[in-house]
């Protein structure tokens, strides 16, 4: 079967924003988004995403669609298996249901497989191979790409990065450095540092402080930096572990915290090869993504485009 031609769509199903891109021959030509504030489930969800449809479709038909959904999927049948964050989804045939309102072939996946694809084809680990990306946004993904496909493993196993251990029995990468609770480490630190850089930028928030970490800690603040620190050293020691199992050509930072930029890029990547054994350094490097807030819609539509043409 030859690649489908005509538009491909690209859906992002995440826990604080939805996406949906229309693509033609991989490039972006309509885009509809919606921020998930408040109290969310997934019939909720769906509304918005039927909407977003509804107008998409007003102005054209897709040949393909891709979904990357934020949490473990069935990317055989179009299940999600649940969801970490908003209740409603376990069981449900995301597939079946969208392809019942665009009438065309309908590929779902993990949101952090199809984004380490789009990082992988087309962004910033584009040219290398194997390449290993992670995301740290309302929770933490990883996936990787072997020779420009998704790597998955023996059913029903992937890449899930941030359910990696950080110590025998102890917390997961998700529960340590997703934004959310990067939000909440902040908000704990504030307490007992009202007087800091960090503080003041951060005066009156109850969510999404992490924004402030890069100016705050470009002013040389001393709670900016050592909450880096902490993120990226518990980051950099997951990380080990995948490169000492896969052994990438480049590692892919991806996600809304990782527009803290280079101070956590750089601390990464110092924390990453610091845990390696002496053979393999120097160690792949840490890239910031390229596609950026756009990976998984258009990664999406990269993966419908390769399973369409099976």
Known sequence: MSAPTGQIWGIEIGGSK???????????????SRKLTGTVDAPLIRSHIAQGLAELLGKSRPAAVGVGFGGPVDWRTGRILLSHQIAGWEGFSIRDWIAGIVSC???VENDSNVAALAEGTVGAGRGLDPVFYFNMGSGVGGGLVVAGRIYHGAPPGEVEFGHVRLSSGGPFVEDKCSGWAVDQLIAQKLHTNPQSRLASLCAGMTRGQAIHLRPAFEAGDELAIRIVEQVAA????ALSHAVHLFHPAVIVM??????????????????????????????PAVKLAKVGEDAVPVGAAINAEYASAK
């Open 105 to 107: 072939p309908v590929f």
């Open 254 to 283: 991806g996600g809304g915290l990782s527009l803290v930029g280079e101070p956590l890029r750089a601390a990464i990547e110092r924390h990453t090869h610091g845990q390696l054994m002496a053979a393999f350094l120097p160690g």
């Open 234 to 237: 518990d980051i950099g020691f």
């Open 18 to 32: 939805l996406q949906i891109f229309t693509l033609l021959d991989r490039t972006i030509v309509d885009r509809w």
